[in-house]
């Protein structure tokens, strides 16, 4: 499976667009770029995913650049509620068409 | 709109019991998933299933039986609970046809599992 980095945490300004990098340099050129995010011990909630172009809709933008070796999700206007643990993944291809979670990013969003 | 459904959302359990963990899912998904996910950690796929009666193992299924009698529901049973078990349970689903990896996982609230 592709192996995704991710910062271990981040702190983004309520209001502000939080900004959320992923490295992903081994992906392949059939492999999805997903983004979940999980709030407390909540289930993970998905968020949007994308293979080469940019996605948006109501939750988030995705942005993937040319070589597809990195994304960063965009939260365009970041409230208390986007307080979470966001999961990039590079979904895996095979049979099962699993996603493998690695440790996300805890983004918190502060006054 | 109940979408993935799992109970019991809580359990205290004593090394040696068993138990089922309930997963059920209203919107006709054909493939199913079992995580665990222990604590500061990522999920981990312990079973899944692409329809039903098919399932197959993922990274981590060793304590662990499936079955897959209908296309709602997924339980997970664990014969011989064992400290290591302890973990927070995720049921999730997915409808999938055509290209696989277009298709989201949607989530269950997950089960809090405690062995001692």
């Known amino acids: 499976d592709a192996k995704t980095t991710q910062p271990t945490s981040m702190d983004c300004a309520e209001g502000r667009a939080a900004n959320l990098p992923c490295n992903h340099s081994t992906i392949s050129g059939n492999e999805y770029v997903y983004w979940y995010r999980q709030i407390h011990s909540q289930g993970p909630q998905y968020i949007i995913h994308?293979?080469?172009n940019n996605e948006t809709n109501e939750m988030a933008s995705l942005i993937i650049t040319e070589d597809r070796k990195s994304s960063t999700l965009i939260l365009p206007h970041a409230t208390l509620r986007d307080t979470a643990v966001y999961y990039c993944i590079v979904r895996y291809t095979g049979t099962a068409s699993k996603l493998t979670f690695g440790t996300g990013t805890r983004l918190q969003v502060t006054l | 709109n109940a979408g993935v459904t799992q109970t019991p959302k809580f359990r205290i359990l004593k090394i040696g019991q068993s138990m089922t963990l309930q997963c059920t899912q209203d919107m006709n998904h054909n493939y199913m998933y079992w995580y665990r996910q222990d604590p500061g950690m990522g999920l981990k796929l312990i079973y899944y299933s692409v329809g039903a009666g098919i399932t197959d193992k993922g990274e981590v299924p060793n304590g662990y039986n499936v079955s897959r009698s209908t296309t709602e529901d997924f339980p997970l049973r664990l014969e011989l609970a064992a400290p290591s078990q302890t973990s927070v349970y995720f049921c999730a689903s997915s409808q999938i046809t055509g290209v696989a990896y277009n298709s989201p996982l949607h989530f269950g609230n997950g089960t809090r599992l405690t062995v001692t």
């Open positions: 994308g293979l080469k």
